[in-house]
């Protein structure tokens, strides 16, 4: 597997650790990985162009790094169409608050510019990495989508499939992983992925998998048969590599290579040395929890940059940057004015770890309890219909 460079830090498809409590040192790793960091102008330039407020996780820099975005802004502006692609690996039946991120923002992209979106669930790729039978793999994959659907995508504008059953029934989609499969080398895959020789050929070939959808001639019945539809990818950083490999053989194969937007983890609750992750329920708050969960856990875990005690919290005041639950309501806490507040008390001391929790407690349980009820009313023929092979509302 990949080594960690001088700095200590590890950001890959299966790991992500930190140097620091402050978290991954994110504008070292935009020069790691030479993606472009997002400057205001490009977020001034998405709203002007579509008329509506920037979104916070931009506003943020929680979205903080691209490639190409310029690029599809220039497309749209000449009312040239293009698409949005995003997946999720089923691993495990409860998604949790980190997962929820990358679909939020891609929800707010599909709504500001009106455009296709394909979501891929890579259930071959959960089986082929964990211990998990197909049947299962591709089970959860049926479940998450119950999740994605809650999120509140338009049907008439998203598909969303399960790399079993797609590669199974559209000869198209499995046409173009073969080109792609055809343009990287085994000496490729293993140097952007650090696969060795022990791994199973199902790993080295995944990769193809992955990129394909990032070209529209995988969904024939989306753009009708259009190959140079444009395609922008809203994902975490650490699914990078996968779209350098596809930018790198798009222009072989005569195809345009997809734009980026890179979101940054939402750290464990422990602290930012790592992210939020589904296998250590400690780390997690699942959005299956109940809100005496999630109070609880956020209590018991989530890593404080207050004080010892309150005297020396009142002295010194909070450390913001350290501190999870502050972190937290930059991704949850829609509203500049009252986060602006709560940054200035906690910092100053005027506001204790235990009221900043409160408000978390509160922010989280009620996105959680909305989603629950969203949930609720996703039937299987809603999960049917989204993950169906079809026209979407678009003509090309
Ligand atoms: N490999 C991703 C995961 O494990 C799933 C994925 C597939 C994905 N295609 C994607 C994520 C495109 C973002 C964008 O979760």
Redesign the pocket.
Known sequence: MATTDQDDQLVT?WEVTAASQKGVDYDKLIKKFGSTKIEDSLIERIARLTGKPANHLMRRGIIFSHRDVGLILDAYEKGKPFFL?????P?SEAMHLGHLI?FVFTKYLQDVFDVPLVI???DD??FLWKDMSVEEARRLASENAKDIIAFGFDKEKTFIFSDMDYIGSSPDFYKTILRVEKCVTVNQVKGIFGFNDSDCIGKISFPAI?AA?SFSCSFPQIFGGKKDIACL????ID?DP??RMTRDVAPRLGYPKPALLHSTFLPALQGAMTKMSASEASTSIYLTDSAEDIRDKINKYAYSGGQSTVEEHRRVGGNVDVDVSYQYLTFFLEDDEKLAKIEKDYSSGAMLTGDLKKELISVVQQVVAEHQQRRQQVTEQMVQEFMTPRKLKYSY
């Open positions: 498809p692609y995003t997946g999720r690996g691993s990358p891929q669930m890579t790729e959960k992955q959808p990818i809203p994902c975490a699914q996968y779209f």
